[in-house]
């Protein structure tokens, strides 16, 4: 856990997944948030499955990976599908994957579900190599405190790579300090991405410093501008 004091331009840039998942960015938006991804050395690019093969190509030889999404943004797909998704999504040169879990099993309880269900992607993570990161999206400003640890201490279960809170596109609500405080107590062996509603420097620094170890954000030029212009 840093605060804005101990934390470097280098060290903040390179905890952000760059994300770009709007359906009418274009493949000029795309070509763009892969040369911002490299220019201020961005961990990741993350953006829909549609252009990772073009991501890949333009991130070649950096040290920007590529972040491809699965089941955004209701997570209600069949494991089947997420699957097939995921390992089209990694054929096509994805590093990691962001899938959205299955809500309805978090809301009911449905361990077995849920449980299956990230088994089987992670399986298909684990099988390459090098290892593909999962992280699991819990909408965690949709559920309750009690859903928020079950869906938490599942994907922890499962062995997922992160928890992430939010797809940023619930009308529920994106990431919260709580929520981060939260995830971390409860998830202690998965590490926690943050996202849905980061928008500036100070709010990205709160939410590292809460314990989260990404961030994804679609304003990550902008905190980054704004985080050097308080050095």
């Known amino acids: 856990m840093k605060d804005e004091h101990q934390i470097s ?3 903040l840039a390179g905890c952000i997944d ?3 998942l709007q359906a009418t960015a274009t493949k000029e938006q795309i070509e763009q948030a892969c040369r911002q991804a490299k220019d201020y050395a961005f961990h990741t690019v993350c953006i829909n499955g549609r ?3 073009l991501a890949a190509e333009l991130l070649a030889g950096s040290k920007v990976a590529v972040g491809g999404v699965v089941s955004l943004p209701l997570g209600a797909d069949s494991t089947k599908v997420k699957v097939a998704q995921t390992r089209e999504s990694i054929f096509a040169g994805a590093d990691e994957i962001d899938m959205v879990a299955d809500l309805a099993a978090i809301i009911e309880g449905d361990s077995r579900y849920l449980l299956g269900q990230l088994q089987a992607v992670l399986k298909v993570c684990r099988s390459m190599r090098p290892a593909v990161v999962l992280k699991v999206i819990i909408e965690s400003a949709a559920l309750s405190d009690d859903q928020k640890v079950f869906a938490c201490r599942i994907a922890q279960q499962a062995g997922a790579d992160f928890v992430k809170t939010s797809t940023g596109l619930h009308p529920a609500g994106g990431a919260t300090l709580e929520d981060i405080r939260l ?8 590490k926690v991405k943050a996202a849905g509603g980061i928008r500036t420097a100070k ?3 709160e939410m ?6 990404r961030i994804g954000t ?3 030029v902008q ?3 704004e985080f050097k212009a308080q050095q």
């Open 218 to 220: 679609s304003s990550a």
């Open 203 to 205: 709010q990205a620094i």
């Open 51 to 53: 252009w990772l093969a």
């Open 9 to 11: 331009n280098e060290e």
């Open 208 to 213: 590292l410093a809460a314990g989260a170890q």
């Open 18 to 20: 760059h994300t770009l």
């Open 183 to 190: 995830m971390r107590e409860t998830a202690p062996r998965c």
């Open 223 to 225: 905190i980054m501008e």
